[in-house]
């Protein structure tokens, strides 16, 4: 979790494959050298969600293009993975797509299916995913009932919600779990993270959801840019286009610290919606 030392050491190895995550990244941007990874050929970033604003500032930077890959313990772990593109065939092969995870690895399948029916979907629309292939799980160790729940006609449910494109292409469009329902409807936080990222110089923010006696849950907003206001946000979403209820309440903007992580560079979703549950008990003891 050391940028300074991980630049350090791809300068002194000459380090060519280098696997991360988009957290990481954004710490190697800010600690390490064009120099020190002068050396690398690929970089296959995964575990969450990259931001078009943050690849494109580590590309400027060090000149290597990060490709976005995805993949599941239960899928040992690979599903699917960019790859550089192919400029040397003629048509050239097109094996990388901004936005997407790419295409799934040789062996795997992947499907989108309607979360409650589990009937597939059309090409282009967002559902869950379900993925199969030889890598597969068996299941789970002396626990039959946690199997069950995963399994789906042969198929791993994610629990992500994606969709493919016309070339095959998979495109994560968020967690089930992180999305909430909010009078009935379900908004996605990542959605509402990139918005918050354009205003706080994509510097690291979470939303996540809480509970709320009126409307089932409510979202909140953790962000560490120390200059912005929770009015400047509010005022930002406000004027972005999104649905007036996917935007957090003025009094649910919070600024912290830093985003609580895991080991892997996910961020730690349980210590956040607690902390998230703290300020705004505070907020309303407050009033």
């Known amino acids: 979790m050391d940028g300074k030392i991980i630049g350090e050491l791809a300068g002194r190895y000459k380090a060519t494959f280098f696997i991360s995550t988009p957290t990481f990244c954004l710490n190697y941007l800010r600690h390490c050298t064009r120099e020190q990874f002068a050396s690398l050929r690929y970089l296959l970033v995964g575990a969450e969600k990259m ?44 094996a990388n797509r901004a936005g997407s995870v790419g295409r799934p ?10 979360p409650e029916t589990m009937d597939a979907l059309p090409v282009g629309e967002a559902g869950l995913l379900l993925v199969t292939g030889p890598s597969r ?5 002396a626990d039959p009932e946690k199997t069950s729940a995963a399994l789906h006609d042969g198929f791993y449910n994610t629990g992500d919600i994606a969709r493919l494109d016309e070339d095959g292409f998979l495109y ?3 967690r089930l779990a992180r999305m909430s ?5 379900m908004v996605p936080h990542l959605k509402v993270e990139e918005a918050i990222a354009a205003a706080v110089h994509h510097t690291p923010c979470l939303v996540v959801g809480i509970p709320d006696e009126q409307r089932g849950e409510r979202l909140v907003a953790l962000y560490t840019a120390a ?11 406000a004027g ?11 009094e649910n903007f ?3 610290d830093a985003i609580p992580a895991l080991g892997t560079g996910k961020a730690d979703l349980r210590e956040a919606r607690r902390i998230a549950q703290e300020r705004a008990g505070e907020c309303v003891g407050q009033r």
């Open 51 to 94: 931001r078009p604003a943050l690849a494109e500032a580590f590309t400027e930077k060090f000149g290597i293009t990060p490709l976005e890959g995805y993949g599941c313990t239960e899928m040992g772990p690979v599903v699917a993975v960019n790859r550089p593109d192919v400029t040397a065939s003629n048509p050239p092969q097109i």
């Open 105 to 114: 690895i040789p062996g795997v399948v992947a499907r989108v299916v309607n």
């Open 137 to 141: 799980m068996a299941g789970y160790v």
């Open 172 to 174: 994560i469009v968020d």
């Open 181 to 185: 329902k909010i009078g009935g409807e």
């Open 227 to 237: 200059d912005v206001t929770p009015a400047q946000l509010y005022e930002h979403l």
């Open 240 to 250: 972005n286009g999104l649905p007036p209820l996917w935007i957090p309440k003025r």
């Open 254 to 256: 919070y600024q912290v």
